[in-house]
């Protein structure tokens, strides 16, 4: 927008949006990456962090996060952010109806993968303002053909399934890969088995 003339010397509306002071964010999936969206958020004085998980989090009562149902957690939520593994019960649990019960002012982010979402149903409430609008970081395919409706549309940001692409992180990535590798070479327990 701003390369194409949309940036004015004063338009004190242009590109706002909605704050998360006061906003209930509910967030699927209450792993590591959960809670950690769970501990930024909350430093931006939102109103309640609501999570779903087929798990009760020990870190629930320090995040002062509330674990609720999955239809709960999507009407009640001005923000809703996945972040849960894609599994057989995760597979397209965005759907259509999800996102029906979501409020149409609902921000949509998805940090987890691409198969969690029916990517049709999404772009179908992106379009007719079912939900406000979407970020995503991965999509379903990846990368995301350079026709998909998904890039026409202005209440959608897309990123390139960056989301862990800091040179720490990849630095980590890298290091707990060689460990798997020489500790199965050893014969030794892996410390990351991924089972």
Same mark, same amino acid.
């Given at each position: 927008?701003?390369?194409t003339g949309?940036w004015?010397?004063?338009?004190?509306?242009?590109? /706002?949006?909605?704050?998360?002071?006061?906003?209930t =964010?509910g967030?699927? #999936?209450?792993?590591r990456? #959960?809670?950690?969206?769970? $501990?930024r958020?909350k430093s931006f004085?939102t109103?309640r962090i609501?999570?779903? !998980?087929?798990?009760? +989090?020990?870190?629930e009562a320090?995040?002062?996060? =509330?674990k =609720?149902g999955?239809?709960?957690?999507? /009407?009640?939520s !001005?923000? =809703?952010?996945?972040?849960?593994?894609l @599994?057989?019960?995760? *597979?397209e649990? &965005?759907?259509?109806?999800?996102?029906?019960?979501?409020? %149409?002012?609902?921000?949509f982010v998805?940090t987890s %993968?691409? #198969?969690i979402? !029916?990517?049709?149903?999404?772009?179908d409430?992106? $379009?007719n303002?079912?939900? %406000?609008?979407?970020?995503?970081?991965v /999509? @379903?395919?990846?990368?995301?053909?350079? !026709? +998909?409706?998904? &890039? *026409?549309? *202005?209440?959608?940001?897309?990123l390139?399934?960056?989301? +862990?692409? +800091?040179?720490e992180?990849r630095?980590?990535?890298?290091?707990? /890969?060689?460990?798997?590798?020489l500790a199965?070479? $050893? #014969?030794k327990e892996?410390?990351?088995?991924i *089972?």
């Open positions: 927008e701003a390369k949309g004015v010397a004063w338009a004190p509306t242009w590109m /706002t949006g909605p704050g998360l002071a006061g906003a =964010v967030i699927v #999936g209450f792993g990456i #959960g809670q950690s969206v769970a $501990k958020v004085n109103s609501l999570y779903f !998980d087929c798990m009760q +989090s020990p870190a320090e995040i002062g996060a =509330v =609720v999955f239809n709960q957690l999507l /009407t009640e !001005d923000f =809703v952010v996945c972040c849960a593994a @599994t057989p019960e995760t *597979k649990i &965005f759907n259509k109806a999800a996102f029906k019960k979501m409020k %149409r002012t609902a921000i998805n %993968r691409g #198969g979402v !029916d990517q049709d149903a999404l772009i409430a992106l $379009k303002n079912t939900i %406000r609008a979407a970020g995503l970081d /999509t @379903t395919p990846e990368p995301l053909p350079l !026709d +998909s409706p998904l &890039f *026409k549309l *202005k209440n959608c940001i897309i390139p399934h960056i989301a +862990s692409a +800091s040179i992180a630095n980590m990535m890298s290091e707990l /890969t060689a460990n798997n590798i199965a070479l $050893k #014969g892996m410390p990351a088995e *089972k």
